[in-house]
């Protein structure tokens, strides 16, 4: 069974991996932030990503789910739809 997260948790989970793995300025990680745009991170990162995460939630996110993703919020969003 899968811990509860709150949003809270979730992006600060969210922004302790951008920072530390992908070296992001904590700074520039905002709920709005686009993931592509304004972080620029490409398709290779987001996959790292995702499995990042994955082992946070022990849940697979699937790639059509992540497809949808273009901001923090949208990360935070589908995580927790994830774990419901």
Known sequence: MSKKYSRDE??????EILVDDFEIEK???QPET???EDLELDSIDAVDLA??????TDKKISPEN???I??????????????K
Do not use: H
């Open 34 to 36: 686009n993931l592509f």
């Open 70 to 83: 273009r901001t923090i919020n949208d990360v935070v969003d589908a995580i927790e739809e994830l774990l």
């Open 27 to 29: 700074e520039k990680i």
């Open 66 to 68: 992540f497809k949808q």
């Open 51 to 56: 499995v990042k995460l994955q082992f946070f």
């Open 10 to 15: 979730i992006f600060d989970k969210l922004v």
